[in-house]
């Protein structure tokens, strides 16, 4: 067996570079796969939040109109009309929409109930489900 060459203290030469080199390398290439797998998930709950064009003249402050759709829940400018952001989930239709200050509360027909940010449609802030509600909501009860 060969002995390794040692410097002046009696020790063998560290090789720093190359033990840092090989898991920054992987790292480096890791990194494309990540970030594309990251951004082929796809969207929890089947949500679908689109944040149209900014209405220019929209007043600071002012919350926009909301209504439902037989598929969506929209926001949009009293006076223009222009919407604003549009929220969908694939399969499903709001039941119900609570507008509030800040809030739209939308009940769904599969039993989820979300909360949108208002203002300017920028997330979805939370989804709670109310268990065993989806068969009923199928009813004309409902």
Do not use: C, N
Not at 30 to 55: E, F, K, M, N, Q
Not at 61 to 67: Q, Y
Not at 87 to 94: H, K, L
Not at 117 to 132: E, I, L, Q, T
Request: net charge positive; charged share 20%; glycine share 8%.
């Amino acid at each position: 067996m060969a002995a390794l060459p040692l410097d002046a203290t009696g020790h063998a030469p560290a090789r720093r570079g190359t033990r840092i080199a090989l898991p920054v390398a992987l790292a480096v290439l890791a990194l494309p796969l990540i970030t594309a797998a990251h951004h082929s998930r796809p969207a929890p709950y089947g949500d679908r939040l689109t944040v149209h064009a900014r209405v220019d003249d929209a007043r600071p402050g002012r919350e926009p109109a909301l209504r439902a759709t037989d598929r969506a829940v929209q926001a949009y400018d009293k006076e223009s009309g222009a919407p604003r952001w549009t929220y969908t989930r694939a399969g499903r239709r709001p039941v119900t929409l609570l507008p509030a200050p800040g809030h739209a509360f939308t009940l769904w027909s599969d039993g989820l109930v979300t909360d949108t940010a208002r203002a300017d449609g920028g997330s979805v802030r939370w989804h709670r489900a109310v268990p065993a509600s989806a068969d009923w909501l199928r009813t004309p009860a409902a």
